[in-house]
């Protein structure tokens, strides 16, 4: 494989999404105090960070480790195999899914309409992300992943969860 160049323009998506994700927590917990919400949304977009950023945040940090064939020291993103087991086995890109996830539990959370505009675009920054990050993978692991990449979907862990039911379900029924 060819020694990869790296651009500040590969990073203009992340890090506007990101710049967008501070604004609205800091907004957000600066306007906290000063509007009235639905409570139970605000409580729903709580359960909702935490639980997406244990699951799907913080899961692959522990399935590439395990799986990926990182060498000791080396960031849990260096892997050397395709992981394709655990949250992979869901969707692809969990934890682009968690960033998405994030801004809409600080929609929930903070209930308000500035922290909702500057939620709204980090959805298509993400799905750029999410393109270019399939593209690397290719690249990286070639057609092991493009037959991942028919398997397990790219952000929808519903549907995700849904094959993976269907598969094991299949599984069981043969005996397999």
């Not at 934890?95 to 909702?116: D, G, N, S």
Request: hydrophobic letters at 50%.
């Amino acid at each position: 494989m060819s020694e990869k160049r790296y651009s500040w323009r590969n990073y203009v998506p992340t890090t506007f999404s990101s710049l967008l994700f501070l604004s609205q927590a800091v907004i957000g917990l600066y306007l906290l105090s000063e509007i009235s919400q639905i409570e139970a949304l605000a409580y729903f977009g709580v359960c909702l960070f935490f639980v997406s950023g244990l699951v799907f945040g913080l899961l692959p940090v522990f399935e590439f480790r395990k799986r990926g064939g990182v060498a000791k020291g080396q960031s849990y993103t260096q892997t050397t195999r395709l992981v394709v087991t655990g949250v992979y086995s869901v969707i692809r890109h969990p934890q682009y899914v968690t960033f998405m996830l994030f801004a809409v539990a600080a929609m929930l959370l903070f209930q308000h309409w500035i922290v909702i505009l500057l939620g709204i675009p980090i959805f298509p920054l993400t799905y750029v992300d999410l393109i270019k990050a399939d593209k690397d993978a290719i690249e990286k692991f070639g057609g092991a992943y493009e037959a991942y990449m028919k398997e397990v979907p790219r952000a929808n862990f519903m549907i995700g969860l849904l094959r993976l039911f269907r598969k094991r379900k299949k599984q069981s029924q043969t005996g397999a």
